[in-house]
Nanobody, 126 residues
Framework: QLHLVESGGGMVQPGGSLRLSCTAS????????MGWFRQAPGKEREGVAC????????DYADSVKGRFTISRDDAKNTVYLQMNNLKPEDTAVYFC???????????????????WGKGTLVTVSS
C-alpha cells in the first residue's frame, strides 16, 4: 500500500496558478494509476484528474479540462497537478490517490481507490 503525501496547496487569486505534488513512499508508483480528487465544504468528493500507470492516458473532470494538467515522474515517485486559470469554485481540499486499475469511470469511483493522502488545501480568492 502506498503512503501518499500531498504538497503545494495555498491561497491564490482568481486567474492564478498552483502546482500540487504527491510523493509516494513504500512502493514504487510505476504500477499504479494515480489521480486527484477534491472536496469542497459541504460537497461530495469529486474526481479531478487521473493518469494511467504508463502515463499514456489521462482523464479530466469537465470543470477543469483545458486548465489542469496531470503528470507523473516515476523516477521521483511523484505525481503533479498543474492548475492554471484558477477559479473560486476550485477552492477545495485536494487529495492524491492511487489504484491498480484504470478505466473511463475512474474519476467517478472514489470507493475503488487503494490509497489516499491526507489532502492539501487550495483556496482561490481575491
Amino acid at each position: 500500500q502506498l503512503h501518499l503525501v500531498e504538497s503545494g496547496g495555498g491561497m491564490v487569486q482568481p486567474g492564478g496558478s498552483l502546482r500540487l505534488s504527491c510523493t509516494a513512499s513504500g512502493v514504487a508508483l510505476g504500477h499504479y494509476t494515480m489521480g486527484w480528487f477534491r472536496q469542497a465544504p459541504g460537497k461530495e468528493r469529486e474526481g479531478v484528474a487521473c493518469i494511467n500507470s504508463r502515463g499514456s492516458s489521462t482523464d479530466y473532470a469537465d470543470s477543469v479540462k483545458g486548465r489542469f494538467t496531470i503528470s507523473r515522474d516515476d523516477a521521483k515517485n511523484t505525481v503533479y497537478l498543474q492548475m492554471n486559470n484558477l477559479k473560486p469554485e476550485d477552492t477545495a481540499v485536494y487529495f492524491c490517490t492511487s489504484a491498480h486499475w484504470y478505466g473511463s469511470n475512474w474519476l467517478d469511483n472514489p470507493d475503488g481507490m487503494d490509497s489516499w493522502g491526507k489532502g492539501t488545501l487550495v483556496t482561490v480568492s481575491s
